[in-house]
């Protein structure tokens, strides 16, 4: 039996992800128009599945690509849509408005090259900001017991999840694809012993972009 269910939607393409640049608070100006497509392409994918086993509430960060994103969810599916600190995404201290090749070329490589190190001045570390962001998503999976959730989410949200759920140590060099617009779910199973565990049903899925297939004439 499915107790409880977690679907992490990355959020659509988003002008600083165009243009190359750290898209912090204060650089982030939200989707681009083929972000806001993506969305809507989820979000009509989720309300199909909605229609059947309903979920409860979207989930946000502050940023405004993640409230953008959550709120084409929450209108397309007729749920609320809650706005969190603990989902937004790593500090980037200088670094944000910067260019992502200058910054890593500074640095020696993106935050995963040196993940004790902060990549920018003021910014994370890359373990720092798992084991950080790791505690407030474990605070926010037992508060949601027993629900369906949906988040629109950092792609480090959804590594962050992985880390946690399933149990891989901080500072692991392996690591997820996590695409604009995709859907990863985590599911809670209990057996009739009244065990339960994580499982990871899908990742990175982006059927729901794919363009769609021509009809052949006969």
Known sequence: MITTELVFVRHGQAHCN???????PRTCTGLT????????RAARRLAVEHHDQPFDLVCTG?????????????QALQIPMATDDRLDGPLHGDADGRLWTVVKNAAGGGPHAHPDKPWATGSDT???????????LSELIDQHQ??????????????VAHTLLLGIPIGSPAGFTVDHASLTRWQQHRNRLNQTRWMLDRHNDTGHLAPPVPEVSA
Do not use: C, K, M
Request: glycine share 16%.
């Open 62 to 74: 502050p940023r405004i690509r993640l409230v953008q994103s959550g709120e084409i969810i929450s």
């Open 126 to 136: 890359w373990n720092g900001y798992l084991e950080r962001a790791a505690g407030f």
């Open 33 to 40: 128009d083929l972000g806001y497509s993506q969305i809507e």
């Open 146 to 159: 027993g629900r369906r959730v949906l988040f629109a989410a950092h792609g480090e949200t959804v590594i």
């Open 18 to 24: 165009a243009d190359g640049l750290v898209g912090g």
